[in-house]
């Protein structure tokens, strides 16, 4: 499957917010050992709030989004290169560079973006004079001569955020659940409850805070 340039931000994206997710599992995972108690003690846990303030894995996850937004406008820059600049983009693109080759890289990426712009400023104009007739003809073959190139340079970038988001994801979910796990023991709970899930209940505790307290505060 390709993503298109437009798409490549939603689709990460679409998954970065799966914070509001976080918690997905937990009602299912509480331990029964307390059922036997005279009272049931029911407890709430609000997954949104617990995803959003989760500090540690949304500083994760905000570092991944920007590196792709980086990485979406390379690849965007990379359509509006020349042969001869696109050879030089694919030999730059790489995980180490010097200083210079950084500089030369960056020179090209903007080089791309400026097109970009200048693309759109010359579609939403009435006549074009011949020079701009040129460049505007000149970027359209640019295109679409580094249609499959860049097609594939987003397809392996999507690819390897996604390995990694999905690393990350399953580390703090396991992590989280661990802790929800403790902090239901500790209040001697019955049974937890999505909070977004209840429409109505006899009083009930709600752990979020608690939860993400000890969860903020671990190394």
């Known amino acids: 499957m390709k993503f298109k ?11 970065v917010l799966a914070a509001a997710l976080l918690v997905g599992s937990f009602s299912a995972n509480v331990p029964t050992v307390y059922a036997a108690d005279a009272v049931v003690k029911i407890g709430v846990l609000d997954e949104v709030k617990l995803g959003e303030g989760y500090t540690k894995y949304r500083s994760e996850m905000d570092d991944l989004d920007r590196r792709a937004k980086v990485v979406q406008a390379q690849v965007s820059a990379r359509r509006f290169l020349s042969a001869t600049e696109g050879t030089r983009f694919d030999a730059l693109n790489k995980p180490a560079r ?11 990426i903007k080089t791309g973006n400026e097109r970009i712009t200048s ?9 074009l004079s011949d020079a701009e007739k040129t ?10 001569a ?5 097609d594939d340079l987003e397809d392996v970038a999507f690819r390897e955020l996604r ?4 690393s990350t994801d399953k580390k ?4 989280a659940n661990a802790m929800v796990q403790k902090v239901a023991a500790d209040q001697k709970l019955t049974v937890l409850l999505r909070k977004d899930a209840i429409v109505w209940s006899t009083p009930t505790v709600d752990i979020t805070d608690e ?4 969860l903020n505060l671990q190394q």
Do not use: C, W
Request: aromatic fraction near 12%.
């Open 5 to 15: 340039s437009k798409s490549f931000k939603h689709k990460f994206q679409a998954g």
């Open 98 to 108: 010097t200083p210079a080759e950084e500089t030369e890289f960056g020179a090209l």
């Open 119 to 127: 693309y759109g400023t010359l579609s939403g104009q009435a006549t």
């Open 135 to 144: 460049s505007f003809k000149n970027m359209q073959d640019y295109q679409k």
């Open 146 to 150: 580094n249609v499959k190139i860049a």
């Open 163 to 166: 390995t990694i988001q999905d």
């Open 172 to 175: 703090y979910i396991d992590n």
């Open 211 to 214: 939860v993400l307290k000890r």
